[in-house]
């Protein structure tokens, strides 16, 4: 029986409180996999080591009831080591496709700076078109797909940065900040008293892949004005005339925009994305996708600073 929009959301606040079990302090982090995950796209996480960015990840897969790999990106992972390879099978005296860890529903890409741009390049076809090419066969991937893929920001000895096109295949850029300090009092007395963040055998899944379609489809279903369309492009168009910036948000930022917003107005219970939710979105959809001139950085100018200025000096429709 299918669910009603109003059941889906309450699954989704279910998830949060599952992974609250297991993670605390995080709740922006946990909603913006789930604005993620909704929108049919990807989430890059970034953090400091030890502030749950992998626990974090597969308590949301665990929670979802979603088959999860962990694949650790390493300097000499090669393209095959993520997408699969021929392997000869002797009893057939013949090749045959071995799958890679990217066959999964959510894939969880480990410090992936750590690995040249030439193996990082080996997602782009299965985070933008679901599928893997491989000696002329394309070979779909399962629904729902979602790379989570985490990187240190303050190490970057043996680290490789992600070229454009690789950050433009995630549609959120979320900050995993050290919790307050409350939320790390608790998360100290949940160690004290024996909690094992590598056994989560504790968190029940609240959902399948069947509901999580359902949920995608409705939030994609949500309604925008054309108002509400150009203040979009306008907020695009800002960032590219903005003189501290190189590079600015493309139409397909744009797009990624519209597609977060919509995610974030159904959570919400809204029928219509309003100007709120594309605010509430931009800084996380877009602060990957912009450069910041050198001359810009040199004088301490950073992109999280560019996106709010344009959102406060773009008129909002009324």
Known sequence: M?????????VMHRVRLEIGKAVIGQDG???????????????????????????????FSR??????RRLQFTPDLMPGDVTGSLVYDASAAGFEFREGPVFTQVLLADEINRTPPKTQSAL?????????SADGVTRPLPTPFLVAATQNPIEHEGTYDLPEAQLDRFLLKLTVDVPGRDAEIAVLRRHADGFDPRVLDALQPVADAETIRAAQAAAASVAVTDDVLAYVVDLARATREAPSVQLGASPRAATALLAAAKAWAWLGGYPAITPDHVQTMLVPTWRHRIRVRPEGLIEGVSGDGILTAVVRQTPVPR
């Open 124 to 132: 782009l076809e299965a985070m933008e078109e679901r599928q893997v």
């Open 29 to 59: 982090v946990v909603t913006g996999l789930l604005v993620a995950l909704l929108a049919r796209g990807h989430v890059l996480l970034e953090g400091v080591p030890g502030v749950a960015k992998t626990l974090l990840v597969r308590a």
């Open 63 to 68: 929670t979802l009831g979603l088959e999860t």
């Open 2 to 10: 299918t669910e009603s929009p109003d059941e889906l959301r309450e």
